[in-house]
Nanobody
Framework: QVQLAESGGGLVQAGGSLRLSCAAS????????MGWFRQGPGKEREFVAH????????FYADSVKGRFTISRDNAKITVYLQMNSLKPEDTAVYYC?????????????????WGQGTQVTVSS
């Protein structure tokens, strides 16, 4: 059974940093591109970042480019999202998702597996 478990969310002041982790199990992790998505209060789910299955390519939403960094450790079967210079508008539930052979970002409904999400709240 495939599981994706996010952790690292919390409450932080604007300008602060958080590092999210997503630990995977039950899948051949190195064959999956990994994405981070978020859904803010009253908003639709949106793409945040994606990393290819080998980690050689990364992609970001314009709203987080230069502030967030996605990375992966295939040996630890974990993908990370380092979030710096956080803004109140970054407040959302953050989800990781896995896409088999995912080289580049895809629409959310094309990802194969999803985690349960972790709450990030940025206070002003």
């Amino acid at each position: 059974q495939v599981q994706l478990a996010e952790s690292g969310g919390g409450l932080v002041q604007a300008g602060g940093s958080l590092r999210l982790s997503c630990a995977a199990s039950g899948l051949t992790f190195s064959r999956y591109g990994m994405g981070w998505f978020r859904q803010g209060p009253g908003k639709e789910r949106e793409f945040v970042a994606h990393i290819s299955w080998r980690g050689g390519s990364t992609f970001y939403a314009d709203s987080v480019k230069g502030r967030f960094t996605i990375s992966r450790d295939n040996a630890k079967i974990t993908v990370y999202l380092q979030m710096n210079s956080l803004k109140p508008e970054d407040t959302a539930v953050y989800y990781c998702a896995a896409k088999y052979g995912g080289i580049s970002p895809r629409p959310g409904d094309e990802y194969d597996y999803w985690g349960q999400g972790t709450q990030v709240t940025v206070s002003s």
